[in-house]
C-alpha cells in the first residue's frame, strides 16, 4: 500500500494537487444513497479484481450461545483443520434468496481459493454444539481499498479524524480498516457489494476530509487476480447452499 500511496504522490504532482486548499473540518453530512436493491446484489461499475467469489458461512447460534465463544471455538477448528481464516462480514454478502430464506446472527467468509465444499465439510466435521444451524453458500464481496493523499497543509492523522468525525464512511462502509501512512490514508473494505453510489459517498467524504476534489481519492483492488466482471451481470456461482 506504501508503494500504491507513493505513485499517487507521482501522479498527483503532475496535475497540482497541492495548488487545493487546506479543508476547513467539515460538519456532520445526511447523505442519502440511492442505488440498492434490497438484498439483491448492488449495481456496480467496480468489478473485475475488486469483487471476489468467495464461500460464506451464515450461522444461527442455540437459544443463549455465546457469539463471541462460537467465534473463537470456529477459528481455533479452521486453523486446526488448516481451511484458513474465517473473515466476519455481513449477513448481506449473500443472495436474495437465502435471506428469504434465513437471515443469519454470524457470518464468516474463507479465504479465497477455498470451495463450498470446503466449507460445508468444515462445518459438517466441526459444527460447535452452540451452533443451532447453519448454512453454506458461494457469494460474491468486494474487497477494494481507498487511497487519498492530502492537500498542502493537511496531515493524514487529520483526514483520519475529520473522515470519522463524519460519519459517511461509518454508514456507507459500516465496517472499514484506516491506515494512516506519512504521505496519505488508505481505507480497505470488505463485505457485500457496494453501489456506485456508495462508493461515491466514500470518495466524496475522504475528499473533503482532505481538502482535494473527490476525483482524486482513487479505488483499488486490495488484491491482484481477475476477480469477477459484473459487465454481463451476475455469473452464475454454481454451487448451492447447504445447510443443517
Do not use: N
Amino acid at each position: 500500500m506504501k508503494r500504491l500511496l507513493a505513485g499517487l504522490l507521482v501522479a498527483a504532482a503532475g496535475v497540482a494537487w497541492y495548488a487545493y486548499p487546506a479543508a476547513e473540518p467539515p460538519t456532520p453530512v445526511a447523505h442519502v444513497v440511492a442505488g440498492d436493491k434490497g438484498d439483491g446484489l448492488a449495481d456496480t461499475s467496480f468489478d473485475g479484481p475488486m469483487v471476489r467469489r468467495r464461500a460464506a458461512i451464515a450461522i444461527h447460534p442455540a437459544p443463549g450461545a455465546d457469539r463471541a465463544a462460537i467465534a473463537r471455538e470456529l477459528r481455533a477448528l479452521a486453523t486446526e483443520a488448516k481451511i484458513g481464516a474465517l473473515t466476519d462480514a455481513t449477513f448481506a454478502v449473500f443472495s436474495e434468496d437465502m435471506l428469504e430464506y434465513l437471515v443469519p446472527e454470524m457470518t464468516f467468509v474463507l479465504d479465497e481459493g477455498a470451495r463450498v465444499y470446503d466449507a460445508e465439510a468444515f462445518m459438517r466435521d466441526h459444527q460447535p454444539a452452540s451452533v443451532a444451524f447453519y448454512l453454506v453458500q458461494a457469494v460474491l464481496v468486494h474487497d477494494l481499498t481507498f487511497c487519498v493523499v492530502p492537500a498542502a497543509g493537511v496531515t493524514p492523522a487529520r483526514v483520519s479524524q475529520r473522515q470519522d468525525a463524519e460519519g459517511v464512511l461509518g454508514d456507507s462502509l459500516h465496517r472499514y480498516v484506516t491506515d494512516v501512512q506519512p504521505d496519505g490514508v488508505t481505507v480497505r473494505y470488505f463485505g457485500a457489494v457496494l453501489s456506485d453510489a456508495q462508493i461515491a459517498a466514500v470518495r466524496d467524504s475522504m475528499g473533503r476530509a482532505a481538502g482535494v476534489p473527490a476525483d482524486r481519492v482513487l479505488v483499488t483492488a486490495t488484491l491482484s487476480g481477475a476477480g469477477v466482471d459484473l459487465s454481463h451481470g451476475v455469473p452464475d456461482l454454481s454451487d448451492e447452499p447447504h445447510g443443517h
